[in-house]
């Protein structure tokens, strides 16, 4: 079992940064993949990114491509999305997740064993 703890959320204004965190606890977290998703109000849940276990792979959404990266602290236990160049369109509640897949399907949220209860990040223009 693993848990995972979303935190860094909040409200910012339209081409700003924010970083949001995510702390894994349980099974070990070298084990796992780590994606962030998001999902907005009245729309399916969105892959944004993912790296590999040694970050080795790391893969994005194309509409955050360039904007954002995903990176991880094994040591930590703390997977990060450095969100930069923020639009009105990224509002949405943030989750992160832990999969045992490596390759490409890290894009697909049917892959991932765990989730967190996920953090709102709300764009303002």
């Known amino acids: 079992q693993v848990q995972l703890v979303e935190s860094g959320g909040t409200l910012v204004q339209a081409g700003g940064s924010l970083r949001l965190s995510c702390v894994a606890s349980?099974?070990?977290?070298?084990?796992?993949?780590m994606g962030w998703f998001r999902q907005a109000p009245g729309k399916e849940r969105e892959f944004v990114a993912a790296?590999?276990?040694?970050?080795?792979?790391?893969y994005y959404g194309d509409s955050v491509k360039g904007r954002f990266a995903i990176s991880r602290d094994n040591a930590k236990n703390t997977v990060f999305l450095q969100m930069s160049s923020l639009k009105p369109e990224d509002t949405a509640v943030y989750y992160c997740?832990?999969?045992?897949?490596?390759?490409?399907?890290?894009?697909?949220?049917?892959?991932?064993?765990?989730w967190g209860q996920g953090t709102q990040v709300t764009v303002s223009s």
């Open positions: 349980g099974r070990s977290f070298t084990s796992y993949s």
């Open positions: 997740a832990a999969s045992s897949f490596i390759n490409f399907v890290l894009r697909y949220r049917t892959n991932y064993n765990y």
């Open positions: 790296v590999t276990s040694i970050g080795g792979n790391i």
